[in-house]
């Protein structure tokens, strides 16, 4: 049987530690979709549409991983693409309380699901979507934090 994962978050916007952890779990899982999860009525800084091609732009050329949008519960996605795995990535213990919780309620809702983690390599823990946005709102340049072939000029162009 396949081995499918995913990766959910809000991705506002996809930053280099999110690409490290994906390229990471690849060698685990035959597919990864990277599901970018929005609630309609929460404001993000980055149209979903924007933050999905630059997701696909950083794994150009990579089969195994494909990029989704979902309103609604992770499990909901899980079932509808057959995924039997959830990967999140952590970078300290308040990380680790947070998806604590999730993934034990997760695991309660849909019994065939398993949450796999992986620890931040040690370079990428201060690395967030919300210092980029910071960032990025005060007009600074985070290049550094992205994925290689996306700009702080164009997340400067896209926010909203
Ligand atoms: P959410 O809104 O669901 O927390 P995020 O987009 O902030 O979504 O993060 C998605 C996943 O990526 C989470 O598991 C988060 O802990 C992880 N993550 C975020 N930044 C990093 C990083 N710098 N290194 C490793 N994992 C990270």
Redesign the pocket.
């Known amino acids: 049987m396949e081995r499918i994962a995913i990766?959910?978050?809000?991705?506002?916007p996809?930053?280099?530690?999110?690409e490290?952890?994906v390229k990471r779990a690849l060698p685990m899982f035959d597919k990864i979709i990277i599901m970018i999860?929005y609630n309609s009525n929460k404001k993000s800084f980055f149209p979903l549409e924007t933050r999905k091609e630059w997701i696909e732009r950083a794994f150009d050329g990579e089969p195994k991983i494909s990029v989704d949008i979902h309103e609604g519960l992770t499990v909901d996605f899980c079932k509808k693409v057959k995924a039997q795995y959830i990967?999140?990535?952590?970078?300290t213990s308040a990380?680790f309380e947070?998806?604590r919780a999730i993934a034990q309620v997760n695991k309660l809702m849909h019994e065939g699901i398993e949450s796999v983690?992986?620890?931040?390599?040690p370079e990428?823990?201060?690395?967030?979507?919300?210092i980029v946005r910071d960032i990025i709102f005060h007009d600074g340049n985070a290049d550094q934090f992205l994925p290689s072939g996306v700009t702080s000029e164009e997340l400067k162009a896209a926010r909203q």
Request: avoid cysteine.
């Open positions: 990766f959910p978050g809000s991705f506002d996809f930053t280099i530690g999110h490290s952890i999860g990967l999140r990535g952590l970078r990380d947070y998806e983690f992986l620890l931040t390599k990428h823990t201060p690395v967030a979507s919300t």
